[in-house]
């Protein structure tokens, strides 16, 4: 049973009256705390022994005499030596003790056990505590049921690998890099065992994930990740913002679609298989006449979340979208949280975000102005869980 919210109420009657921002240092850290600067807040990122010196050294917060930033965003940095021991009595101690808001990153979710978040973790979380689990496609309760109730277009499931009659895509992690995909395509059972057999001798993939993979339609198409937001503290009219846009740079799959098809049949066998590893992101614009169908879908994910999982969506949210030849979206993956491809808007803010708020606008920017207009206005439990 998760943590009940009353509970992390208490806990918030302890705060401070200006609490800090705290992110695991990974994903979108920088980001959130950039944003927590930008707007007066401290920024905590709690870092790995071996992962720490991108915000201990390189991004560390550095003032001139009269204590004024100069330079930097991370104000302090916390190191473990794994990110599951951010959830010890110690850390969470330490963390209450500072003030710190988490604000949950794909690293957080990943690297430190969902049951110990749910259930141990009594540390205000800035988004929806219970959501993080609906992106762990094994869950019985995952996004794809979330999905199919709010009437979102997604991808059709194909039921096993011999129903496989289309290009499809199978989704499951990687074998050794649990973070990442182990995704691959086929078109034909036949396909389907000869490719997964390769990549379970390169050591890409497991048979016991392959066994619980999800295999769907691949809809051709550009691939759109739209980061919401969603405000509790403003009218529900005024409630969804849609901040920005941003693609996927996937390794080796760029490199291989960079090059001629000539020279891809000149490949070895086993390197003409792509790997879906994300490795950077790009930032996107979209058609406006396209507009009005993305907030529809965002309307309709908030109104689903609300009634599946109350209090509902809080902050941001990604709905990672493929639009096919006729500009329709098709959702296929899910961020319950700040997306991974926020850092490519900050300090300069989202196309969009900067046109809603007239000044440079960024995800992790937005979470602080939340931050800060919640403890202004005493209404902080409302924003976290």
Not at 49 to 58: E, F, I, L, P
Not at 69 to 86: L, M, S
Not at 88 to 95: A, D, M
Not at 184 to 192: G, L, N
């Amino acid at each position: 049973m998760a943590i009940p919210v009353p509970e992390i109420a208490r806990i918030l009657d302890t705060y401070p009256t200006t609490p800090a921002v705290g992110a695991v240092g990974s994903h979108s850290a920088i980001d959130i705390a950039d944003g927590a600067v930008a707007e007066g807040l401290t920024s905590v990122v709690l870092t790995e022994t071996g992962r720490d010196r991108t915000y201990a050294q390189y991004f560390r917060t550095l003032r001139d005499a009269s204590g004024a930033r100069r330079r930097g965003c991370v104000d302090e940095v916390w190191e473990y030596p794994k990110f599951a021991a951010v959830t010890s009595p110690e850390s969470q101690e330490r963390l209450r003790g500072r003030g710190v808001l988490l604000v949950p990153n794909r690293a957080f979710s990943s690297y430190v056990p969902l049951d110990a978040i749910e259930r141990e973790f009594r540390v205000p979380i800035v988004g929806s505590r219970t959501m993080l689990r609906i992106e762990e496609r094994t869950e019985r309760e995952n996004y794809y049921r979330l999905l199919e109730a709010a009437g979102i277009p997604a991808p059709r499931a194909i039921a096993s690998p011999d129903a496989i009659d289309r290009l499809a895509i199978v989704k499951l992690p990687h074998a050794r890099r649990r973070l990442e995909r182990g995704f691959f395509t086929a078109a034909s059972p036949e396909e389907f065992r000869a490719k997964s057999a390769r990549l379970i001798e390169r050591g890409t993939i497991t048979a016991p994930d392959l066994a619980a993979a999800r295999i769907e339609e691949y809809v051709l198409g550009p691939v759109f990740n739209f980061n919401f937001f969603f405000s509790p503290l403003v009218p529900r009219s005024e409630g969804l913002e849609l901040l920005g846009v941003d693609e996927r740079r996937e390794s080796n799959l760029d490199g291989l679609v960079r090059l001629p098809a000539a020279q891809q049949l000149e490949l070895s066998e086993s390197d003409r298989i792509p790997e879906y590893l994300v490795v950077g992101h790009g930032t996107l614009t979209l058609r406006e006449s396209i507009l009005e169908d993305v907030f529809r879908i965002g309307e309709k994910f908030v109104e689903a979340a609300r009634a599946r999982y109350p209090p509902g969506i809080l902050g941001p949210f990604c709905l990672q979208t493929c639009l096919d030849r006729d500009g329709r979206p098709s959702v296929f993956d899910v961020a319950a949280r700040i997306g991974g491809g926020t850092n490519v808007h900050l300090a300069l803010g989202h196309p969009y975000g900067n046109a809603l708020y007239r000044e440079p606008m960024s995800t992790g920017r937005r979470i602080a102005l939340e931050i800060r207009r919640a403890a202004a206005d005493g209404r902080l439990k409302e924003i976290v869980t």
